[in-house]
């Protein structure tokens, strides 16, 4: 799934996924004991992109603050849930009272229900990240 970024091995979305679980136990793994080994290995798998000390800092955070999102959207959602499906019916009903005041949501809720695009958002979001980083560092590279 996360194969785009060359020098990114699995090890390192590995560890942006339990740093996002760990997000939703707030006695868990964010503790400072838990944090250094994920960003330890997180960081060090970007050894030898180019990428400055900053920058990995960086690509770190935002992969570990998208899949946090997705964590706590999930954990919100209780067992009986998924977040998507919460947010349908919540839209579903701004839709019937208000659909017409919203093309552009219409439109994207319909192409999502005709092309089963939904829920993808915990694979899409990573995967758009490292292109971008992918893409950087194949620029610094020549």
């Known amino acids: 799934m996360f194969h785009r970024l060359p020098g990114t091995p699995a090890l390192f979305v590995g560890v942006m996924l339990v740093e996002g679980l760990a997000a939703c136990d707030p006695d868990g793994l964010r503790s400072a004991e838990h944090a250094g080994p994920w960003m330890e290995q997180a960081l060090a798998a ?54 017409e005041h919203y093309p552009a949501l219409t439109a994207a809720l319909d192409s999502a229900t005709q092309h089963g695009g939904q829920d993808q958002a915990l694979e899409f ?6 292109d971008g980083l992918g893409l950087l560092i194949a620029q610094r590279s020549n």
């Open 125 to 130: 979001g990573p995967q758009r990240i490292l």
């Open 46 to 99: 970007l050894d030898g992109t180019g990428l400055s000390g900053a920058e990995r800092m960086d690509a770190v955070a935002l992969l570990a603050g998208h899949v946090r999102g997705i964590a706590q959207q999930a954990r919100a959602a209780g067992p009986a849930g998924n977040p998507e499906a919460q947010l349908s019916v919540t839209l579903g009903e701004l839709m019937q009272a208000h659909g």
